[in-house]
Structures are given as structure tokens and as C-alpha cells.
């Protein structure tokens, strides 16, 4: 997780992610189970590193902007990513991006 300090903006913090995220993996990954999505065609391909990117970029700037100035988590996923944003009491902001290939949840009253 990437904290925001008064010496990152959010694009800053944006950037980071981007920058460390192992993209190279999540395509192989996407590549050799045919994981596909829609283009703007309508066709299904394997996306490009690049669309990876910009799907990622757009979800991670939805969940901060869905956060607002409250605290507490946003969550928005899709195509198998996933992004958090979360404004911590400190008045922090981590931001986090996952590729989930599989996960499992369950609870309990």
C-alpha cells in the first residue's frame, strides 16, 4: 500500500502503483487462460499491457473520487482488477490495486 503525504498529490500516488504494478504478469496470466474482454467493438480479445493500464488508471481515479472526504474504504473492481482507496484517521490515503484471480469470502453472526 502507497501512503499520500503532503509531498504527493494523488496523480503522484496514481503514478506510483502504475509504475510498480506487475502488468507484465497480470497479461501473461490473462494470455494463457484466454481471459478476454470486450473492446470498443464489440469483439472479445486479451487486452493489451496498455488497456491494462488505462482500466486500471480509471478504476483506482473512481475509487478515490467515490471516497470523497469521508473516511472509510471505496472499493470499485472489474475485468479483474480491483482498486481500494482508503482515508485513514490521520487524514492519510492509501491506494491499492489487486488482480484477483480468485478469492473466497464467507461469514459468520
Same mark, same amino acid.
Given at each position: 500500500?502507497?501512503?499520500?503525504?503532503?509531498k504527493q498529490n494523488l496523480t503522484d &500516488?496514481?503514478?506510483e502503483v502504475i509504475a510498480q504494478f506487475d502488468y507484465?504478469?497480470?497479461h501473461k496470466v490473462m494470455t494463457d487462460l484466454n481471459w478476454?474482454?470486450?473492446n470498443s467493438q464489440t469483439e472479445t480479445k486479451v487486452p493489451s499491457i496498455g488497456e491494462l493500464v488505462l482500466s486500471s488508471l480509471? &478504476?483506482?481515479n473512481e475509487a478515490v473520487n467515490k471516497l470523497g472526504y469521508?473516511?472509510?474504504?471505496m472499493i470499485v473492481a472489474t475485468?479483474?482488477?480491483?482498486a481500494t482507496a482508503i482515508r485513514h484517521d490521520d487524514g492519510f490515503i492509501t491506494i491499492?490495486?489487486?488482480?484477483?484471480?480468485?478469492?473466497w469470502s464467507a461469514g459468520y453472526v
Open positions: 500500500m502507497n501512503y499520500f503525504t503532503q &500516488l496514481i503514478k507484465q504478469k497480470v478476454t474482454w470486450y480509471k &478504476l483506482m469521508s473516511e472509510g474504504r475485468g479483474g482488477f480491483k491499492d490495486l489487486e488482480f484477483v484471480l480468485t478469492d
